[in-house]
Nanobody, 121 residues
Framework: QVQLVESGGGLVQAGGSLRLSCAASGSIFSIDTMGWYRQAPGQQRELVAVITSGGSTDYADSVKGRFTISSDNAKNTVDLQMNSLKPEDTAVYYC???????????????WGPGTQVTVSS
């Protein structure tokens, strides 16, 4: 079993910044990718940013230039620095990890419980 614990959500004014953190623990041999997704009320969950164990990153077009994802492979953590926040960034943000429990095992998926980010105008 792998657990993801998120922290850092909250309420911020438009133009402000927040930093989300996520730590993975449990039966982990390796993590292939870690990422952040978000879901606004009435909308589908969408990718915000993802980072591979090799450091490659990908971002949603809506957050490019404002958000930065980083990770610490030794600690199994991932952070999301969010700058220039907009009201449309308001959502529940979920941490995701794709991991293996031993070298030859298939990749598995784990999600955190989510953390609320609210951006006021």
């Amino acid at each position: 079993q792998v657990q993801l614990v998120e922290s850092g959500g909250g309420l911020v004014q438009a133009g402000g910044s927040l930093r989300l953190s996520c730590a993975a623990s449990g039966s982990i041999f390796s993590i292939d990718t870690m990422g952040w997704y978000r879901q606004a009320p009435g909308q589908q969950r969408e990718l915000v940013a993802v980072i591979t164990s090799g450091g490659s990153t990908d971002y949603a077009d809506s957050v490019k230039g404002r958000f930065t994802i980083s990770s610490d492979n030794a600690k199994n953590t991932v952070d999301l620095q969010m700058n220039s926040l907009k009201p449309e960034d308001t959502a529940v943000y979920y941490c995701n990890a794709q991991f293996r429990i031993f070298r030859a095992s298939p990749s598995r998926d784990s999600w955190g419980p989510g953390t609320q980010v609210t951006v006021s105008s």
